[in-house]
């Protein structure tokens, strides 16, 4: 058991640019998570994907964030013409599915700055 | 899910316990209560999880009142490594959904020399 593991850890770019993160989930974990963190805030749910279907959007993953599990083990995270508001710390999760109560194992997320 | 009320922030002195109470009066009968928690620069942690028994595992006990509208999480020896924070999350949990939790801002526990 390696871990969630999310790359890269830190992002830095400009308005306007595209910007793309990986998450590698716990293997054989078919449920997997995006969230995002601003300053002094808990995470706030962004998307989930059922193996390679993704199943669940929040009303926060506007037209620019696209996510997708091409093969229902990696996911990518896409920002397309980055914003201010969109600096935060992104976090991905997994977890084993099967039932309702099953915990959440995270990893320590891409931290994006946008100038 | 259940809202959570929390304190925004706690000390406790090192090798003594940390009690981390959270209310949840708005709590349904399907509802579990969740703990994780946030080191700095890391992603959450689960900690612990319980429906209306109290629990305990390596890490944690979690104590839920009879009428299940609040919890403490007891951390029996707190160390410095303890510093996080800590999120108290109600949701409810049946067969077929993903566990989405919902987050507040949690409490900030300071674990002192």
């Known amino acids: 058991d390696t871990g969630v593991s999310q790359n890269p850890r830190h992002k830095i770019t400009k308005r306007g640019q595209n910007v793309t993160f990986r998450c590698d989930p716990i293997s054989e974990h078919n449920r997997l998570y995006w969230y995002r963190q601003t300053l002094g805030q808990g995470p706030e749910f962004l998307t989930y994907f059922q193996n390679e279907a993704q199943l669940e959007k929040s009303r926060l993953l506007s037209d620019r964030f696209s996510a997708e599990r091409p093969k229902g083990s990696f996911s990518t995270l896409e920002i397309q013409r980055t914003e201010q508001g969109d600096s935060a710390m992104y976090l991905c999760a997994s977890s084993p599915g099967g039932q309702g109560n099953e915990k959440l194992f995270f990893g320590s997320g891409t931290q994006l700055s946008v100038l | 899910d259940a809202k959570t009320t929390q304190p925004p922030s706690m000390d406790c002195a090192e090798g003594r316990a940390a009690n981390l109470p959270c209310n949840h009066s708005t709590i349904s009968g399907n509802e579990y209560v969740y703990w994780y928690r946030q080191i700095h620069s890391q992603g959450p942690q689960y900690i612990i999880h319980?429906?209306?028994n109290n629990e305990t595992n390596e890490m944690a006990s979690l104590i839920i009142t009879e009428d299940r509208k609040s919890s403490t999480l007891i951390l029996p020896h707190a160390t410095l490594r303890d510093t996080a924070v800590y999120y108290c999350i109600v949701r409810v949990a049946f067969t077929g959904t993903a566990s989405k939790l919902t987050f507040g801002t949690g409490t900030r526990l300071q674990v002192t020399l």
């Open positions: 319980g429906l209306k």
